[in-house]
C-alpha cells in the first residue's frame, strides 16, 4: 500500500514543501553498516533472528533494492539492509503502479 499523502517535508534544495511517499512492507533487518573504521573497513552489525515487522517506509529512504535486500538510509550515516516478505517482481510491480519506476 503507497500513501502519498501521510507528511509532508521541507526540501532542503528548494523552499517548498513535497509530499512524502510510502509503502508498506513486512521487513527484518539483515545487518546495519555504521560506517567504516581506520583501516577503511566496513563497521557491521547483523541483525538478529526478528520475526518480520510491518513498517511504513519513506520511499526517500529506499537506495536500492535486490533480490534479498532493500537498501535503506538510516540516521547517523548508517545504512540498514532489511529483508522483505516479498518478492522482488511483487515490489517492483508495485513501485511501478504507483508511478515510482523508470523502465
Keep these: 500500500m503507497l500513501n502519498n ?15 512524502m511517499k510510502f509503502i508498506e512492507l513486512e521487513v527484518k533487518t539483515g545487518f546495519i553498516v555504521h560506517g567504516f573504521d581506520a ?16 513498517k511504513l517506509i519513506a520511499i526517500q529512504r529506499i537506495q536500492s533494492i535486490s533480490e534479498e535486500y532493500i537498501l535503506v ?17 511483487q515490489l517492483k510491480d508495485r513501485l511501478a503502479k504507483a508511478g515510482l519506476i523508470i523502465e
Design 5 to 19: 499523502s501521510l507528511l509532508l517535508y521541507w526540501s532542503a534544495n528548494s523552499h517548498w514543501y513535497e509530499k
Design 39 to 54: 583501516n577503511n573497513q566496513e563497521i557491521i552489525e547483523q541483525g538478529t533472528d526478528e520475526p518480520f515487522v510491518k
Design 73 to 89: 538510509s538510516s540516521s547517523h550515516s548508517s545504512v540498514m539492509y532489511w529483508q522483505y516478505n516479498c518478492s522482488m517482481q
